[in-house]
Each structure stands twice: as C-alpha cells, then as structure tokens.
C-alpha cells in the first residue's frame, strides 16, 4: 500500500506539521516523518511552544540553566524555541536543498 502522504508530495502537494517539540528531535521522529512520509516542512507559533514546553520536562534542564544565569522569562522562552527551530531546520536542510527552497522550511 502507497503511503498517502508520500502520494501527496508525488502530485505536488506539500505535507507541513504544525507542531514541534524538543522529543519529536531527539526521539528521530521528525527524520523519520521527512525520510519515510514526504514531510516537507513546519510551522509553529508562541502557543504550540507554550504547550511543548510546559508539557515536557524535556526543556527543565535548560531552563534551570538560564534562569540560574539570570535570564528573564522572556530570553529563556527565546532561546528555547530558537534552539528548536534550528534543530528542525537542520533536519529539514536536505528538503530545502531537494527543491531548490520551494519546501524544507520551518
């Protein structure tokens, strides 16, 4: 059986996620949505990260760190989604090269 997400990106349809998480990296997940469904990019936004981070101890260990360094509320949250984002764009790169830019965005 043809999976119908990888059909979708033969007839040119782009499959995003929109959502993100530290685990959805680190467990290889997200590699495995790229390599084996045609995952072709993703989006976020401050509530999915709001829900990522206070939902998962994931992010305790570093927020511990900034906070003991004395970084506000507001730079720890910054830190930790740029963190991520770039994760997910360096998963991401290969697509991004396959198509030229058109796809592999986060």
């Not at 045609?38 to 900034?66: H, K, V």
């Not at 989604?81 to 198509?99: I, L």
């Amino acid at each position: 059986m043809t999976n119908p997400l990888v059909e979708l990106g033969r007839i040119g349809q782009s499959v995003w996620y929109d959502f993100i998480t530290r685990d959805l990296m680190a467990s290889g997940k997200l590699h495995r949505l790229i390599e084996q469904d045609g995952l072709s990019g993703m989006t976020s936004n401050p509530t999915i990260f709001e829900q990522a981070i206070s939902s998962s101890s994931d992010y305790d260990a570093d927020i511990r760190r900034l906070a003991t360094a004395g970084h506000s509320a507001e730079d720890i949250f910054v830190a930790l989604t740029v963190a991520d984002v770039r994760a997910a764009c360096d998963a991401f790169r290969p697509v991004y090269d396959a198509t030229g830019g058109v796809d592999g965005l986060v």
